[in-house]
């Protein structure tokens, strides 16, 4: 398991922009038409292949398959997951969110040792706050998005850096890792940022992840 000992690590929610001639054959599958199960089978490789370098291309320092093969994150998620809270990825007037304060209790007695929280969006970006008041358990490490999924606006390094801090102060440095508020394509298909932009974004990621390792250590 990683742990941000030396410097602030790096990761993202899972899902990215998918080829599109693997989109067309996710879409054909799900539709029930008949697919080419080699020619399907190639094309995740391939993608995987290629999303993976391209994560270490632009510093992200742990690594996922993108959700390549995955139709949609909604759909295996109940299968394979009892570990689960989501406010959604739209870009809505999430006025009706439920607090973070509200259910912490819940999600800090999850299995998992790194908590992804919601982090930068408008109707989230205060809740570092609970952590003044919330002690983090011995072993858990917090996950806060530094990024916002549903915009093209790239973040800039010192946004990032900035946000990063906050959470460090709270919980200390050691546990916190850089992430994402959502995934950059949860469904295939719906895919509300560009792929360039998403690029972009996770390289504001890692450099504001930079800076904010030179300021704490």
């Known amino acids: 398991m990683k742990r941000s000992t030396h410097r602030i690590l790096t990761t993202h929610a899972g899902s990215l922009p998918r080829p599109a ?3 067309s054959l996710i879409s054909a599958q799900e539709a029930g038409k008949p697919v080419d199960a080699a020619k399907l089978d190639t094309e995740v490789r391939s993608a995987v292949k290629k999303i993976v370098a391209k994560q270490a291309d632009l510093g992200v320092d742990v690594l996922n398959d993108g959700e390549q093969s995955k139709p949609s994150y909604a759909t295996y998620v109940k299968d394979r997951l009892s570990v689960h809270v989501c406010w959604g990825n739209w870009e809505i007037p999430r006025k009706n969110d439920v607090a973070l304060r509200d259910i912490i209790d819940v999600v800090l007695r999850a299995k998992p040792a790194g ?15 609970v952590f003044e008041e919330v002690k983090l358990p011995e072993g858990k490490y917090l996950i806060p998005g530094v990024l916002d999924t549903t915009t093209n606006i790239i973040e800039h390094p010192e946004v990032v850096a900035q946000r990063l801090a906050l959470y460090a102060g709270v919980v200390g440095k050691e546990n916190v890792m850089a992430g994402t508020d959502c995934g950059f394509g949860t469904g295939a298909g719906m895919q509300r940022v560009v792929p ?11 450099e504001g992840a930079a800076l904010a390792s030179k300021e704490l250590w």
């Open 21 to 23: 001639e693997l989109l």
């Open 115 to 129: 908590i992804m929280l919601m982090a930068s969006n408008g109707r989230h970006a205060h809740e570092w706050k």
């Open 196 to 206: 360039s932009v998403v690029w972009a974004k996770l390289q504001a990621m890692a």
